[in-house]
């Protein structure tokens, strides 16, 4: 029988925690082992840092969700699709068009591929906004960029 000073805890242990926070809407206790994570020496990963900031985004804490986004640069963990969707997602849920926008662009800029939820979530805080210029705009260049809507 294993004693508990006898597991390891590694990186697949931590973001299967995480991401079970994720699914109860526990986003203190998310951020909590992924500062746990830092703490043991315990390298992170995109999915572990991914799955902080969809837990942030599902209980609507914006700052918190692009706080663990810009600390993936400090800690040299590489932001993919998913980590970009999930912080405009997030800013989308906590009305923070603005910040949603300036990720999306960010995300073009670093010539990441927009899916249909990359431009959906920017087109929907847009819209929460009353900002149905700027998300008709959106909605054209999703055309133009030939993304398969859902």
Do not use: P
């Amino acid at each position: 029988m294993m004693t508990e000073r006898e597991i390891e805890l590694d990186t697949i242990a931590f973001s299967s925690a995480i991401s079970a926070c994720e699914k109860g809407g526990k986003w203190e206790q998310a951020l909590q082992i992924l500062s746990g994570m830092a703490k043991s020496n315990c390298e992170s990963n995109s999915i572990t840092f991914n799955a902080a900031i969809s837990s942030c985004e599902k209980s609507g804490r914006w700052k918190e969700a692009l706080h663990v986004f810009n600390t993936m640069a400090q800690s040299m963990v590489e932001r993919d699709m998913i980590t970009y969707n999930a912080g405009i997602s997030a800013c989308e849920k906590g009305d923070a068009w603005q910040n949603g926008l300036c990720l999306f662009i960010s995300m073009m800029q670093s010539k990441m591929e927009c899916n249909a939820i990359s431009f959906n979530a920017v087109m929907s805080a847009c819209e929460k906004a009353g900002k149905w210029q700027k998300a008709l705009e959106l909605f054209g260049l999703m055309v133009q960029s030939k993304v398969q809507s859902d």
